[in-house]
Protein backbone atom coordinates (compact mmCIF):
# COMPACT_ATOMS: atom_id res chain seq x y z
CA UNK A 1 0.00 0.00 0.00
CA UNK A 2 1.22 3.33 -1.23
CA UNK A 3 0.08 6.20 1.80
CA UNK A 4 0.93 10.01 1.07
CA UNK A 5 1.20 12.30 3.83
CA UNK A 6 -0.04 15.88 3.01
CA UNK A 7 1.21 18.24 6.24
CA UNK A 8 0.52 21.46 6.96
CA UNK A 9 -0.66 24.35 9.27
CA UNK A 10 -4.42 24.44 7.64
CA UNK A 11 -4.96 27.57 9.74
CA UNK A 12 -7.21 27.56 7.61
CA UNK A 13 -7.81 24.85 5.30
CA UNK A 14 -8.99 26.34 2.48
CA UNK A 15 -10.37 25.34 -1.32
CA UNK A 16 -6.02 25.34 -2.47
CA UNK A 17 -5.57 23.20 0.06
CA UNK A 18 -8.40 20.94 -0.37
CA UNK A 19 -7.78 20.27 -4.12
CA UNK A 20 -3.99 19.30 -3.46
CA UNK A 21 -5.68 16.70 -1.06
CA UNK A 22 -8.22 15.43 -3.57
CA UNK A 23 -5.93 15.73 -6.59
CA UNK A 24 -3.30 13.61 -4.03
CA UNK A 25 -5.68 10.87 -3.14
CA UNK A 26 -6.73 9.93 -6.49
CA UNK A 27 -2.61 9.00 -6.75
CA UNK A 28 -2.27 6.95 -3.66
CA UNK A 29 -3.98 4.35 -1.80
CA UNK A 30 -4.29 6.50 1.81
CA UNK A 31 -3.48 10.21 1.76
CA UNK A 32 -3.12 11.39 5.48
CA UNK A 33 -3.93 15.06 5.97
CA UNK A 34 -1.45 16.01 8.78
CA UNK A 35 -2.17 18.98 10.92
CA UNK A 36 0.70 20.27 12.58
CA UNK A 37 0.26 21.33 16.14
CA UNK A 38 3.54 23.62 16.89
CA UNK A 39 4.22 25.48 13.97
CA UNK A 40 6.65 28.41 14.56
CA UNK A 41 3.91 31.08 13.54
CA UNK A 42 1.23 32.48 15.25
CA UNK A 43 -1.72 30.67 14.60
CA UNK A 44 -5.43 31.76 14.53
CA UNK A 45 -7.53 28.38 15.32
CA UNK A 46 -6.06 25.76 18.30
CA UNK A 47 -4.71 22.78 16.69
CA UNK A 48 -8.42 21.15 17.90
CA UNK A 49 -10.26 23.34 15.67
CA UNK A 50 -7.79 23.09 13.07
CA UNK A 51 -8.11 19.09 12.76
CA UNK A 52 -11.95 19.84 13.12
CA UNK A 53 -12.55 21.58 10.31
CA UNK A 54 -9.82 19.65 8.20
CA UNK A 55 -11.54 16.35 9.00
CA UNK A 56 -14.83 17.99 8.37
CA UNK A 57 -14.01 18.76 5.00
CA UNK A 58 -12.67 15.70 3.95
CA UNK A 59 -15.48 13.56 5.60
CA UNK A 60 -16.99 12.65 2.21
CA UNK A 61 -13.82 10.70 1.15
CA UNK A 62 -13.03 7.35 2.56
CA UNK A 63 -9.37 7.42 1.11
CA UNK A 64 -8.26 10.56 2.97
CA UNK A 65 -7.56 10.42 6.73
CA UNK A 66 -6.96 13.47 9.17
CA UNK A 67 -4.62 13.54 11.77
CA UNK A 68 -2.65 15.84 13.56
CA UNK A 69 1.39 15.51 14.68
CA UNK A 70 4.25 16.75 16.12
CA UNK A 71 7.70 16.81 15.15
CA UNK A 72 9.48 16.40 11.87
CA UNK A 73 7.48 15.47 9.12
CA UNK A 74 9.65 12.74 7.93
CA UNK A 75 9.42 11.61 11.50
CA UNK A 76 5.92 11.40 11.23
CA UNK A 77 6.27 10.08 7.79
CA UNK A 78 8.39 6.42 9.18
CA UNK A 79 5.70 6.04 12.16
CA UNK A 80 2.72 5.43 9.91
CA UNK A 81 4.59 4.00 7.55
CA UNK A 82 4.29 6.78 4.59
CA UNK A 83 6.71 6.62 1.64
CA UNK A 84 5.64 10.10 0.04
CA UNK A 85 5.24 13.58 1.46
CA UNK A 86 2.69 15.72 -0.95
CA UNK A 87 2.90 20.02 -1.43
CA UNK A 88 1.53 22.09 -3.23
CA UNK A 89 3.53 24.96 -5.38
CA UNK A 90 0.69 28.24 -5.80
CA UNK A 91 3.52 30.06 -7.44
CA UNK A 92 7.07 30.02 -8.60
CA UNK A 93 8.62 31.89 -5.41
CA UNK A 94 6.82 28.70 -3.82
CA UNK A 95 9.18 26.07 -5.93
CA UNK A 96 12.62 27.62 -4.00
CA UNK A 97 11.15 26.49 -0.82
CA UNK A 98 9.64 23.43 -1.38
CA UNK A 99 12.87 22.73 -3.11
CA UNK A 100 15.33 23.62 -0.03
CA UNK A 101 12.82 21.23 2.01
CA UNK A 102 12.89 18.70 -0.20
CA UNK A 103 16.50 18.24 -0.12
CA UNK A 104 16.46 18.51 3.67
CA UNK A 105 13.73 15.94 3.81
CA UNK A 106 15.83 13.88 2.20
CA UNK A 107 19.07 13.88 3.68
CA UNK A 108 16.90 12.84 6.77
CA UNK A 109 14.62 10.42 5.37
CA UNK A 110 15.99 8.85 1.82
CA UNK A 111 13.24 6.99 1.72
CA UNK A 112 10.15 9.38 1.85
CA UNK A 113 9.98 11.05 -1.70
CA UNK A 114 8.54 14.60 -1.78
CA UNK A 115 6.19 15.27 -4.71
CA UNK A 116 4.60 18.77 -5.29
CA UNK A 117 1.46 19.16 -7.43
CA UNK A 118 0.96 22.58 -9.39
CA UNK A 119 -2.20 24.23 -7.85
CA UNK A 120 -5.41 24.95 -9.52
CA UNK A 121 -5.22 28.12 -11.50
CA UNK A 122 -8.50 29.52 -9.72
CA UNK A 123 -6.32 29.18 -5.76
CA UNK A 124 -2.97 30.26 -7.24
CA UNK A 125 -3.63 33.36 -4.71
CA UNK A 126 -5.10 31.61 -2.28
CA UNK A 127 -2.96 31.05 0.92
CA UNK A 128 -4.10 31.35 4.96
CA UNK A 129 -3.17 34.16 5.57
CA UNK A 130 -4.56 35.95 2.74
CA UNK A 131 -8.06 34.14 4.06
CA UNK A 132 -7.31 35.28 7.15
CA UNK A 133 -6.76 39.03 6.42
CA UNK A 134 -9.71 39.07 4.48
CA UNK A 135 -11.77 37.52 7.10
CA UNK A 136 -10.60 39.92 9.47
CA UNK A 137 -11.49 43.19 7.92
CA UNK A 138 -15.03 41.83 7.16
CA UNK A 139 -14.44 40.35 3.59
CA UNK A 140 -16.38 37.60 1.88
CA UNK A 141 -14.14 34.76 1.80
CA UNK A 142 -17.27 32.11 0.30
CA UNK A 143 -15.26 31.18 -2.68
CA UNK A 144 -12.29 30.62 -0.77
CA UNK A 145 -13.23 27.99 2.06
CA UNK A 146 -15.94 26.07 2.92
CA UNK A 147 -18.43 27.33 4.69
CA UNK A 148 -18.06 25.64 7.96
CA UNK A 149 -14.54 27.39 7.38
CA UNK A 150 -16.58 30.99 6.96
CA UNK A 151 -18.36 30.43 9.81
CA UNK A 152 -15.32 29.82 12.17
CA UNK A 153 -13.79 32.92 10.68
CA UNK A 154 -16.67 34.89 11.07
CA UNK A 155 -16.86 33.16 15.15
CA UNK A 156 -13.27 33.95 16.04
CA UNK A 157 -12.79 37.52 14.42
CA UNK A 158 -15.81 38.58 16.52
CA UNK A 159 -14.62 36.87 19.74
CA UNK A 160 -11.12 38.52 19.49
CA UNK A 161 -10.96 42.23 20.70
CA UNK A 162 -9.60 44.56 17.90
CA UNK A 163 -5.68 45.28 19.65
CA UNK A 164 -5.02 41.81 19.54
CA UNK A 165 -2.39 41.24 16.27
CA UNK A 166 -3.17 37.63 15.42
CA UNK A 167 -3.24 38.74 11.54
CA UNK A 168 -0.37 40.40 10.45
CA UNK A 169 -2.05 42.93 7.75
CA UNK A 170 -0.73 43.13 4.12
CA UNK A 171 -1.99 45.60 1.58
CA UNK A 172 -5.60 44.16 1.40
CA UNK A 173 -6.46 47.01 4.25
CA UNK A 174 -5.40 49.79 1.59
Known sequence: MVRGVFPGTFDPIHYGHIDIARRAARL???????????PLKNLLFSPEERLSYVRISFADDPKIKVT???GLTVDYCKQIDAQVIV?????????????KMALANNRLAPNVDVIALITAEEHTFLS????REI???????TSMVP????????????????????????????
Do not use: C, W
Not at 87 to 99: K, P, T
Not at 135 to 141: C, F, N, P, Q, S
Not at 152 to 171: C, E, G, R, Y
Open 147 to 174: EHVKQALITKFASLSSDQNVVPMTALRD
Open 28 to 38: FDELVVAVYDR
Open 68 to 70: GYS
Open 87 to 99: RGLRVFSDFEHEF
Open 128 to 131: SSTV
Open 135 to 141: AALGGDV
